[in-house]
């Protein structure tokens, strides 16, 4: 059975579950709202690129595009 009954040490351990859990639900929390924030600015930021006519490698450094194979 389970014995919940701390009875010396109560006062410290329930308060201790209390906090712990509160943090835990506070992060995920902040990590969601975090979440959609930065969701919102890439939607936000994806339109303004333009795209370039050497096509999607072309940022890649030259070391990137040898590998691949795509030297120039």
Known sequence: MLDLEMTPYAAFVWPAWGVSALVLIVLTVRAVVA????????????????????????????AARSALGQEK
Do not use: H
């Not at 890439?42 to 339109?47: K, M, V, Y």
């Open 35 to 62: 979440s959609r924030k930065w969701k919102r600015e890439l939607a936000r930021l994806e339109p303004a690129q333009t795209p370039s006519s050497e096509g999607p490698d072309s940022n890649r450094p030259q």
